[in-house]
């Protein structure tokens, strides 16, 4: 496998030396004409763009974010498809060539070049099909790499004087970067234990209150998990990593509502006022999640050589869901997912105490409840409604977010007139949103939405063409505080390295995919 070139969330980009296929290299003229536009935000990806594709393929993108996708596909022409990666309207199309595949291979509108699937791509696989597959690929190296957004009864201007001292605070408190290890003690037991139980362990040592759980993807918990199927090394890279932020695009911050869209959606989730203090908190499940994710690449590549798998790009890496790697995977993939919710409860509860010394009132006198928690990277088995009928799909969202409509009976009670809660956090300094699931959504892509901004550039321009220096400077000249771990490698992160998030978000919403509930705006960041 080819490991090079690290991307967003941890993910690895599809390089061309991986296929498996041999491209029928094509003019720029003549790819364009297995796509199609079908609506101002969506197009259509003909079978034949790719080999051996089963079902058509979608991505959603509006004006300026369609010329991004379509530059990539122009120079993956012009170059012959020799060195660089594969852009992401062909991996789109790689998936939508695996067995199993139902609907449509679908890009959100912050879609890029991924390790196997882009990231931004989800797809959903039929459990009754024999011949259907589970893929690491799908997932991401960072498994249930994810947001949280606490909301407190705090306002701008009692934050504002102590923000310096809350980001210093912050940084103090949660540890960040590279190799960061955990406040919290644990031993090979208690890991085991957080495996298995996800935020019930949290709750059970009191690093989490009650309702955090309710308004927790899965209820912060996967019963599949089977702590015995995470390898010992992976267990070894985790165990000091337990409530740490780590690197990255991983962040915490301090934000302000800015702008409220949905004022009953806002209501539903304790946000009644502009100016409103929040805190967002992003992170995975650190180095226990990739080593689960490259010990299955492993696994499953003699699988498919023994069951008689073929795929487009050998970074599609995948076993029969029925089978023994299948199974296994899932089961660990659910535990490293269980890992990333205790991860993120914690740092949920040194977040809290850091705010309860800096004002001076308990957690609980600050309101400082979890509004919702989703999961950016991970495979669930849902039902969803396929030509006409029910099926149990095995649902792939990788750099995308479950978005789920009201009435839906796997989103909580509070939220089951709205929707559910759906976050996506911004670029280092730009502004985040809030979204709710829709029924459209239900219809156009398995409940899936956007994750975030995702890359414009790679981390290697973003090095090559920003200084940090700068880079820091026009943070503090919007008045944002920062805590940053490695300063040299805020360039990677900056906002000209991301697509425009409003951009993203727009589309979403114009697609009807998900919908505009509220903005915020950084004052406080804390990196890696």
Same mark, same amino acid.
């Given at each position: 496998?080819?490991?090079?070139?690290?991307?967003?969330?941890?993910?690895?980009t599809g390089t061309t030396d991986t296929a498996l296929v041999k491209y029928e290299m094509r003019t720029y003229a003549e790819e364009l004409k297995y796509l199609e536009k079908i609506t101002p935000t969506c197009?259509?990806?003909?079978?034949?763009?790719?080999?051996?594709?089963?079902?058509?393929?979608?991505?959603?993108?509006?004006?300026?974010l369609e010329t991004l996708c379509l530059e990539e596909l122009e120079k993956f022409a012009e170059a012959r498809g020799v060195g660089g990666f594969l852009p992401a309207v062909k991996q789109i199309a790689n998936v939508a060539a695996l067995p199993g595949i139902v609907g449509h291979s679908v890009g959100l509108p912050d879609v890029h070049s991924g390790y196997g699937f882009s990231i931004g791509n989800m797809a959903a696989f039929d459990m009754d099909d024999p011949e259907a597959i589970v893929s690491p690929g799908g997932v991401g190296f960072d498994i249930n790499c994810g947001v949280r957004l606490v909301r407190t009864n705090l306002d701008e201007k009692d934050v504002a004087p102590l923000k310096e001292e809350i980001a210093q605070s912050l940084f103090n408190h949660i540890p960040v970067g590279v190799g960061s290890q955990g406040v919290v003690s644990l031993g090979p037991k208690e890991l085991e234990e957080a495996l298995e139980l996800g935020m019930d362990y949290a709750l059970r040592e009191g690093y989490a209150w009650a309702e955090d759980k309710e308004h927790c993807e899965e209820?912060?918990?996967?019963?599949?998990?089977?702590?015995?199927?995470?390898?010992?090394?992976?267990?070894?890279?985790?165990?000091?990593?337990?409530?740490?932020?780590?690197?990255?695009?991983?962040?915490?911050?301090?934000?302000? $509502? /800015?702008?409220?869209?949905?004022?009953?959606?806002?209501?539903?989730?304790?946000?009644? +006022?502009? @100016?409103?203090?929040?805190?967002?908190?992003?992170?995975?499940?650190?180095?226990?999640?990739h080593q689960v994710a490259t010990d299955a690449l492993v696994a499953m590549e003699r699988a498919m050589a023994r069951d008689g798998i073929h795929v487009n790009d050998r970074q599609l890496a995948c076993a029969r869901i029925s089978s023994a790697e299948g199974q296994d995977y899932l089961k660990a993939?659910?535990?490293?997912?269980?890992?990333?919710?205790?991860?993120?409860?914690?740092?949920?509860?040194?977040?809290?105490?850091?705010f309860a010394k800096a004002f001076k009132k308990s957690p609980e006198e600050l309101d400082m409840h979890v509004i919702y928690d989703v999961s950016h990277n991970i495979a669930k $088995? /849902?039902?969803?409604?396929?030509?006409?009928?029910?099926?149990?799909?095995?649902?792939? +969202?990788? @750099?995308?977010?479950?978005?789920?409509?009201?009435?839906?009976?796997?989103?909580?009670?509070?939220?089951?007139?709205?929707?559910?809660p759906v976050l996506i956090g911004g670029t280092m300094g730009t502004c985040s949103y809030v979204l709710t699931g829709t029924e459209t959504g239900m219809e156009l892509t398995f409940g899936s939405t956007c994750h975030g901004a995702g890359r414009a550039w790679s981390r290697a321009k973003s090095r090559r063409a920003l200084d940090y220096h700068e880079v820091l400077g026009s943070l503090a000249a919007k008045g944002i505080a920062i805590r940053v771990a490695s300063p040299?490698?805020?360039?990677?992160?900056?906002?000209?390295?991301?697509?425009?998030?409003?951009?993203? $978000?727009?589309?979403?919403?114009?697609?009807g995919i998900s919908s505009k509930a509220f903005k915020l705006r950084p004052i406080a960041v804390i990196k890696g």
């Open positions: 496998f080819n490991l090079a070139h690290i991307m967003g969330d941890g993910e690895k197009y259509r990806i003909k079978k034949g763009f790719v080999p051996n594709m089963r079902v058509e393929g979608r991505f959603f993108v509006n004006s300026k209820y912060g918990r996967m019963l599949q998990a089977d702590p015995s199927k995470v390898s010992s090394r992976a267990k070894r890279r985790g165990l000091p990593q337990l409530g740490t932020l780590g690197a990255g695009n991983h962040y915490a911050e301090v934000q302000v $509502v /800015e702008e409220i869209y949905d004022p009953i959606a806002a209501e539903k989730m304790g946000i009644n +006022r502009v @100016g409103q203090i929040c805190i967002m908190i992003h992170s995975g499940s650190r180095g226990l999640g993939m659910s535990a490293a997912a269980n890992f990333a919710w205790v991860n993120r409860s914690i740092m949920t509860f040194l977040t809290r105490q850091a $088995v /849902e039902k969803h409604l396929v030509d006409g009928r029910v099926r149990t799909l095995l649902v792939h +969202r990788k @750099g995308s977010t479950r978005a789920f409509p009201p009435n839906h009976p796997l989103i909580p009670v509070d939220y089951q007139l709205t929707g559910q040299k490698l805020v360039t990677e992160e900056a906002p000209e390295s991301y697509k425009d998030v409003t951009q993203v $978000v727009d589309t979403c919403h114009a697609a």
